[in-house]
């Protein structure tokens, strides 16, 4: 795998079990008192974020050290990106001072694809506008894999928020039915896709009529702008419809889990005490992520040897 630019560059269900397979591997490195290798030693990784995002960059900047690469941080606020500088212009000056890998965030769909076109460095996508978000599907699905056992065959997952907009829903679909899950994505009706062309899922809008036979709630965060725009009804409304309250966490079967990329609307999409019990799995999603983006990493980096 030269890039990772969308869930169809991992080849399908082999090579996405591959690299959680290898998660696994990374896991046991990050848990160790020293939680790092030297696996990457003299590679370059430098992550390019024009959107921001906290959680996802630091993500990865922790997983490059751990395998030992050496990192470059790009920040948009202070630099010539500010003075008209094109993304190509600036991807070539990076480029230039030898770097291997391209982590980059961008609010346009296509603009990972566009710079693998235009670089030889490998460019991992970390998230394009409302196209794909490839390593967080991984980590989700490396999440529950980890409680449900290597085979999710079967698994129902409910996907509840703004589907239309979500990259992460686009590639969390993807993966989950890669791997044998039934997915439901479920909204309201003016953020749900107009098309299901693509989607291998199932589509409703009342949560409430497939909560009890679910066995994974993935919530996705609903953004103040959809409801500036009237995409959605009020916070409250929404809240009442599609967000997981007591109550519906009180009709879940026992062993449903939560899931949420974060960062989260606590009190409109998730109740705090849904967030923050034993059935969440959010805090470990986030801890997660550091092993599968390493696995990336070293999949797209590596010597192809075993892990020290």
């Not at 008209?84 to 991807?91: A, F, I, K, M």
């Not at 409302?130 to 409910?158: K, N, W």
């Not at 809240?239 to 960062?263: C, E, I, N, Q």
């Not at 799995?281 to 390493?294: D, F, K, P, S, W």
Request: hydrophobic content about 40%.
């Amino acid at each position: 795998m030269k890039h990772l630019l969308a869930v169809d560059d991992l080849g399908g269900r082999a090579g996405i079990e591959e690299v959680l397979d290898l998660s696994e591997s990374f896991l046991e490195v990050t848990q160790r008192e020293i939680p790092k290798v030297p696996a990457l030693r003299g590679k370059t990784v430098v992550t390019l974020f024009y959107e921001d995002s906290t959680r996802t960059r630091i993500s990865f900047e922790t997983a490059a050290r751990r395998l030992s690469a050496d990192t470059m941080n790009f920040s948009v606020s202070t630099s010539s990106v500010r003075k008209g500088e094109s993304l190509l212009d600036t991807v070539h000056t990076i480029e230039s001072m030898g770097v291997d890998a391209i982590v980059v965030r961008h609010g346009s769909a296509g603009a990972p694809q566009c710079l693998a076109r235009s670089v030889d460095a490998s460019v991992i996508n970390a998230g394009d506008g409302r196209h794909e978000h490839p390593t967080q599907a991984l980590l989700d699905a490396f999440t529950l894999r980890r409680h449900r056992g290597p085979s999710l065959d079967g698994c129902r997952v409910a996907i509840v928020g703004d589907i239309r907009d979500s990259r992460v829903a686009r590639s969390g679909a993807r993966v989950w039915a890669e791997l044998g899950c039934e997915v439901t994505l479920v909204g309201p009706p003016t953020l749900l896709p107009e098309s299901l062309a693509g989607w291998p899922a199932v589509a409703t809008s009342d949560l409430d009529s497939v909560l009890e036979q679910t066995d994974v709630v993935y919530l996705l965060r609903i953004q103040h702008e959809r409801l500036v725009a009237g995409a959605c009804p009020s916070t409250r409304e929404y809240r009442s419809r599609w967000g997981l309250t007591d109550a519906r966490a009180a009709r879940l079967k026992p062993d449903t889990l939560v899931m949420h990329p974060g960062p989260m609307n606590r009190g409109v999409e998730i109740a705090d005490e849904v967030a923050d019990s034993a059935r969440s799995l959010v805090t470990e999603q986030v801890a997660n992520g550091v092993a599968v983006r390493m696995a990336v990493l070293y999949s797209i980096l590596g010597s192809g040897g075993p892990v020290v």
